[in-house]
C-alpha cells in the first residue's frame, strides 16, 4: 500500500540545508508539532504553511503535493 503524502515540508527543509529543529525555533512550535507536520500525521494551518513558505523563502504551492 503507498504511503499518502500530504505535504512536502521534510523534503523541502532537507533541500533547505534546514533542520526540524530550525524550524520550531522560528515559528515558536514545539519539536514534536513539527516532528508531525514532516511525518503528515498533522498538518498545519494553510495561514502556518504561509509562514513557513516565508521562511524557507519558496512558493506556498511547493510545500504540498500536486493532485494531478
Same mark, same amino acid.
Given at each position: 500500500?503507498?504511503?499518502?503524502? !500530504?505535504? #512536502? &515540508?521534510? @523534503?523541502?527543509?532537507? $533541500?533547505?540545508?534546514?533542520?526540524? =529543529?530550525? !524550524?520550531? $525555533?522560528? !515559528? +515558536?512550535?514545539?519539536?514534536? @508539532? &513539527?516532528? #508531525? ?9 494553510? $495561514?502556518?504553511?504561509?509562514? &513557513?513558505?516565508? !521562511? =524557507? +523563502? &519558496?512558493?506556498? #504551492? $511547493? =510545500?504540498?503535493?500536486? @493532485?494531478?
Amino acid at each position: 500500500m503507498a504511503v499518502l503524502q !500530504l505535504n #512536502r &515540508i521534510k @523534503t523541502v527543509l532537507a $533541500e533547505k540545508g534546514k533542520s526540524n =529543529l530550525w !524550524l520550531a $525555533e522560528k !515559528l +515558536d512550535k514545539s519539536a514534536t @508539532t &513539527i516532528s #508531525r507536520w514532516c511525518t503528515n500525521d498533522n498538518q498545519p494551518s494553510v $495561514e502556518m504553511l504561509y509562514q &513557513i513558505s516565508k !521562511l =524557507l +523563502d &519558496i512558493d506556498i #504551492r $511547493e =510545500l504540498l503535493n500536486k @493532485t494531478k
